[in-house]
């Protein structure tokens, strides 16, 4: 059986107060092997592949590499899917990376082991409050963050992760454009700190990376002198100020196999530790502190709709084909160019060509 919570993601930009999330049950040991069999059956003969996010349950990030599947960030694990020849997608993250993955492949079927699991970025920036605030800015370029929806994204110039966001910002700003940012707030002041541009901020917040605590994170460090400390920079400024390096997933999965260090501290949700210590035995990591001394949990750096995905859930839509992802057709095109534009810029970027040049002059969008 699965319990509920209830999850605070009050965003003051809109009417989102709180929310909930099931937690799933644990299965044994011996019944854990069992879904794992059966799950890769069904996969062979449904021809379909799993891609899992960083966030989710070790045995789903596993599963999904095992069986031809991939483990990476949202708009990653939408291009897997829409790169590859199979026709179903089982996504195991949150809502908004299962849409993302339809408006790529909206020929594909796209199902997820639950429907609810969503992100409080994602629903504390309502496609409706949203359109109000854009009215308010009608000569900014809007840019959105990939934790929304298909129908914010359908709003946007640009969609962009937080690998690609501060070149794509900084391209944006030498071509003269003043920035509507959403919906990440703590992003969004990153980027405009590092870039310089003319932003305007939605002021919506992770319910994991803004809890991290940097007091605590100071008192951490001094306990492990010779730490590196990796900060996503979903995470408040007094806590990415003490970072050696603020990055993406995958940035922070790069640097922790290339810093010269045995010990590191992460502010970003600890799914991603299984990653961390699996590619890199040798070393520590350690989750950085959300909560004060005072606190029952020193660190509960989960995100509790990630938490949704499970085994039983995947096996569930392979049998019966519940839980499928649908897009309104008539935001597929407008959702899915900002994405293209973003991914043809990193594209670009990877190639070695100017990708500023990817990026049109005010008037010229």
Known sequence: MASIIEVDVEQPACTTR??????????SPSEREALKARIRTLLR?????????????PDLQDLAEETGGLVSDSLEMARFGRDHPARTLIVSGVRFMGETAKILSPDKTVLMPDLDATCSLDIGCPADDFAAFRAQHPDRTVVVYANTSAAVKAQADWVVTSSCALDIVRALRDQGHKILWAPDKHLGAYIERETGADMVLWRGSCVVHDEFKAFELEQLRRDHPGAKVL?????????VAQADVVGSTSQILKAAAELDAEVFIVATDNGMLHKLRTLNPGKR?????????????????????????????????LETGLNEIHVDPALIPRARQPIERMLAFTAA???GEPAGALVPGIGAA
Request: proline share 9%; charged share 20%.
């Open 18 to 27: 709180h929310a909930w999330a099931r937690v799933p049950e644990e299965p």
């Open 45 to 57: 003969e449904r021809g379909a592949i799993m891609v899992s996010h960083y966030y989710v349950h």
């Open 231 to 239: 900060v996503h920079p979903e995470s408040p400024a007094e806590v």
């Open 285 to 317: 990591f350690i989750e950085a502190p959300t909560a004060g001394n005072s606190a029952t949990c020193k660190s509960c750096a989960h995100c509790p709709w990630m938490a949704m995905n499970s085994l039983r859930g995947v096996l569930e839509v």
């Open 349 to 351: 970027c990877k190639r």
